[in-house]
């Protein structure tokens, strides 16, 4: 496809069932072709009126200030609260508002939460990481030495593994945040773990690390020791300024595409060890229930998902006519390598056309257009990664782990569309 001309009129054609367009479509032509497809009401653009000056174009605006702040006419764009727990209401989450969001970075203030505990007040000039164990030299850092480091800058997601769980367990008509919503996408800088690591001198036997973080709840998780050495970092900074409190202030740990509490925040203790240590935070949760009766343990890479963000649930389109359907993907295996989206209900998929950059273990949007005819329709939206892996339905996820776990469902998320043009969730 790169580098070749694609003819217009084939760009204009359904290339799936139930109004489904070529993904290239709006790239080129934007909304010009609306009429190629019969469909009314395509724009909602006016014959321009007489100039005029509004209010605001006649007096001064607000000032300068030392923090910027959304609009007020954005104040509802906030983060999606969790029920809250009667006896430690700090202990729970809070989730990010997709289907208000584009492209692929989450705002800092809008990244999901999760809280084993309440968020910490600690002070950066008294914070200390330890690394310890199979090493054969203990090693401690304060910030200013920290700051000496060479630092490297990524954009990945975190997702919690309990992202999701309620679809898998019903089929709850609320908003794509309030399903989907514990993921989320930032730049990270920091320092590689890897030089730290090495600092230190592995010695032999060392095949796993204990990472603690420094709030009331002592959050501790086990990673392989060749997961650390990879592209683990020590996160100091997200998408340009310092890690907010939520967010584990003064520093935490980002390892991409694995299970968000593996992602250990205020981090301050890690311990080099020879076997995964067990902890209560990785057999009393964090562990996947088998319809066998078993349970897995470690499962810490996420799997390949998508999401169709606009249109969703609780949305509804105004009048027939030409719809950008769009969404994000990502996998903690790599890439995103296609992005298939359904009109309906899986009879017939095509090709979405991915937004740069691409990159692994990253939120990914992709847009297909949609001529809608006013007709009943089910959207849908299934991801492959550039290993292969490809995102399931939902009775292929439950035959997976069994409906009993609460962690990592992955299964393919439809809307259906009324002749009304009201948006519910569905099963496929």
Known sequence: MSGSKTDPAAESEHVAGNGLLHRRLFLTRGLTLAGAFGVAGQASAQPAPQPAHPEWMKRQGGGLSGYGQPSKFEEGV??????????????????????????????NGLHFERHHSSVPAIDPAAHRLMIHGLVRAPLAWDMSALMR????????????????????????????????????????TGIKL????????????ASWIIAEGAEAASMVRSIPLETALDDVIVALYQNGERIRPEQGYPMRLLVPGCE??????????????????????ETGQYTDLLPSGRALQYTLLMDVKSVITHPSVGMKLSQ?????????????????????????????WADAELAGPVLPKCLTRFRIPWAWTGGPATLASRATDDRGNVQPTHEVAIARYGEAGAYHYNGIQPWAVSQAGEVANVRL
């Open 78 to 107: 906030k983060r999606i609260a969790g029920q809250p727990n009667p006896i430690f209401p700090s202990v729970g989450s809070t989730r990010t508002p997709l289907e208000k969001l584009n492209g692929m970075i989450t705002p």
């Open 149 to 188: 480091y060479p630092m490297t800058s990524v954009i990945r997601f975190i997702e919690c593994s309990g992202n999701s769980g309620a679809a898998k367990r019903s089929v709850p008509q609320t908003s794509v945040g309030q399903i989907h919503g514990l993921v989320s996408c930032s730049e990270w």
């Open 320 to 348: 027939s006519g030409l719809y950008e359907v769009s969404g994000l993907a990502w996998s903690g295996h790599g890439a995103i390598r296609r992005v298939e989206v359904t009109a309906d209900g899986g009879k017939s």
């Open 194 to 205: 890897s030089h730290l690591l090495d600092e230190t001198g592995l010695l032999d036997g």
């Open 260 to 281: 968000g509490s593996v992602n250990v925040k205020w981090v301050h203790r890690i311990k080099v060890v020879s076997a995964p240590g067990d902890s209560r935070d």
